[in-house]
């Protein structure tokens, strides 16, 4: 007997709700539809549902995107690295807690090498004709970040080789929930041809009809709810040998128009109503300048240098995406200003180092690069501004008004993405220091709330 198993999934969603009515009525209506036929039919999501730059997810904590997992039908997640790093440990222990599906991680441990309780590093699961799958998840290994939130991470193709050695001989088909990439799912498919699909996120490719590495299936279902992925598995059930696979993306600007036409605005709306406490009042209100210095980015720069001690900081203008109000100031215009995911670093560096850092910041390019990933969600660099900072007229530098002695070591306060290397190299081999969990944008709050007047009682 020929048996097709129809798995569904979705991949880095990154809290962008504008298709998930249509995502949400294709699930729930193919589920549905297969299981009235006698086919088994499994919902899959490969992680970064949660990103907290949408107003919905921050005032939730994650938890309303949970919701609407549960909602959708859900079978098994995985997690990927904007729910394991962007959230305090206790806040990411309670996320799934009122979940109706598995979450699957095999490589995230507590410090003492235990498992969290909140997660399985697999799952077995079985088909109506009593086919057994083995599901192993793993994410992309950001071991300072988790390191520094109170997390063990582990390298997740070894820990995905050591499971399928456990389940080959328990299951007839295996597959992965992978957050680790395009390039370690290739890998992963060479060094373990037991493995029957992966299905991919965190790199964002899109495979419309899936790769084949050996016997080895790779999906991919793009970003942002632009896809969803359908993968068809025809097994034989009788011999437990797989017959076909097949993979297939469907375009969300294609699937059924829902009536949920201003679904996203409403989640906006509920974020703004949970965030709408006002923490402090603002006399005057200040705009954001992108290509030049101003009154924000100055009081931003200042919250930096207090938060660290640091000796001079360095961020970009493009962070602000919007400005701050007159008035009383609430926790959603904070978020609506830096809603990244960015976390702050010290990092050390000699003076010469800095020296260099500062003369290619001074590049004419730099301020109109549109950059994309790095945790910015904004859409170009903008100016580079440094505080506590600057050339004198013969061209030294000088930090308090002091020269920079070239082999002295200096902090320097910035943004974590600028410590991966793409703009300064020197950041990525520096020593260095993330603050977590705090984001820039609780940094800012923090010192205005300090440095402003209480909010208005009125």
Not at 129 to 138: D, E, N
Not at 426 to 438: D, G, L, V, W
């Amino acid at each position: 007997m020929i048996e097709t198993i129809h798995f569904y999934h979705t991949n880095d969603l990154h809290s962008h709700f504008q298709h998930w009515p249509k995502i949400r009525h294709l699930l729930n209506v193919r589920k549905q539809w297969h299981e009235e036929e006698g086919e088994s039919c499994f919902l899959l999501d490969i992680g970064d549902h949660v990103d907290r730059s949408h107003p919905f997810t921050e005032g939730t904590f994650g938890k309303g995107n949970v919701q609407l997992l549960n909602e959708a039908g859900y079978d098994l997640v995985t997690i990927g690295n904007n729910e394991g790093i962007t959230m305090h440990k206790d806040r990411l222990s309670e996320l799934y807690e009122q979940a109706n599906f598995d979450v699957i991680v095999c490589n995230l441990y507590e410090k003492d090498g235990s498992r969290p309780a909140w997660l399985k590093p697999y799952e077995i699961i079985e088909t109506k004709t009593g086919v057994k799958i083995g599901v192993i998840g793993a994410t992309a290994a950001f071991t300072p970040f988790y390191e520094r939130l109170g997390w063990t991470i582990t390298p997740g193709r070894e820990e995905i080789r050591k499971q399928v050695h456990l389940l080959k001989d328990q299951t007839d088909l295996i597959i992965i929930l992978s957050h680790l990439g395009i390039h370690e799912d290739e890998q992963l498919a060479e060094e373990c041809p037991d493995i029957d699909v992966i299905f991919g996120a965190h790199t964002h490719h899109v495979l419309h009809e899936g790769k084949q590495v050996g016997d080895t299936l790779l999906t991919g279902a793009g970003k942002f709810g632009q896809y969803v992925g359908h993968v068809m598995v025809e097994l034989d059930s009788d011999q437990k040998t797989i017959v076909d696979k097949k993979a297939i993306l469907y375009d969300a600007n294609e699937l059924d128009e829902s009536s949920d036409q201003n679904y996203d605005d409403e989640l906006i709306n509920k974020g703004h109503e949970l965030l709408k406490k006002p923490l402090f009042y603002n006399g005057t209100a200040m705009k954001k300048e992108w290509f030049s210095n101003s009154k924000l980015s100055s009081l931003f720069g200042q919250s930096l240098l207090d938060c660290t001690g640091a000796d001079c900081a360095l961020f970009n203008a493009g962070i602000f995406l919007d400005g701050l109000p007159e008035g009383n100031v609430t926790a959603f215009d904070i978020h609506q200003t830096l809603p990244h995911p960015i976390n702050l670093t010290v990092v050390e560096l000699t003076g010469a180092e800095l020296k260099e850092a500062y003369l290619q910041s001074l590049n004419a390019d730099w301020p109109a690069i549109e950059i994309k990933g790095l945790g910015f969600r904004g859409s170009v660099m903008g100016k580079l501004i440094w505080c506590n900072m600057k050339l004198d007229e013969e061209k030294r530098l000088l930090i308090s008004g002091e020269h920079v002695d070239p082999q002295k070591e200096y902090r320097l306060a910035t943004l974590d993405m600028f410590t991966f290397g793409f703009f300064f190299p020197s950041f990525q081999r520096a020593p260095k220091i993330y603050y977590m969990p705090e984001f820039i944008r609780d940094i800012f709050a923090d010192y205005l709330i300090k440095t402003k007047p209480e909010p208005s009682k009125q």
